[in-house]
Nanobody, 128 residues
Framework: QVQLVESGGGLVQAGGSLRLSCAAS????????MGWFRQAPGKERELVSA????????YYANSVKGRFTISRDNAKNMVYLQMNNLKPEDTAVYFC?????????????????????WGQGTQVTVSS
């Protein structure tokens, strides 16, 4: 059983930056691909970014490409999401999730249904 705890959310003005962190415990962190999802009120949960167990493969939603950067530190059991040039439409609850993909996989799952463990979420609010 993997436990995930997000931190780093908050209120920021448009154009500002935030860095989300996700601490993992209870499992072998390097066995998991990791994803950051977000969910705004009245909208479905969507994948923002994902990273393979080694960090060799990453995915970004078109809406965040060039602004967000995902990274991980397997020695510290941490995954991060650096968010720059934030926009009001980035406002949502952001969730960290773990997906036990085969280690040889070169693709990342996009659907939230494919992820095995979830954090409780952290609120990001971007004011205009």
């Amino acid at each position: 059983q993997v436990q995930l705890v997000e931190s780093g959310g908050g209120l920021v003005q448009a154009g500002g930056s935030l860095r989300l962190s996700c601490a993992a415990s209870g499992g072998t962190f390097s066995n998991y691909a990791m994803g950051w999802f977000r969910q705004a009120p009245g909208k479905e949960r969507e994948l923002v970014s994902a990273i393979s167990w080694s960090g060799a493969y990453t995915y970004y939603a078109n809406s965040v490409k060039g602004r967000f950067t995902i990274s991980r530190d397997n020695a510290k059991n941490m995954v991060y999401l650096q968010m720059n040039n934030l926009k009001p439409e980035d406002t949502a609850v952001y969730f960290c999730a773990a997906d036990k993909r085969p280690l040889f996989a070169t693709t990342l799952n996009i659907s939230p249904n494919e992820y095995d463990y979830w954090g409780q979420g952290t609120q990001v609010t971007v004011s205009s």
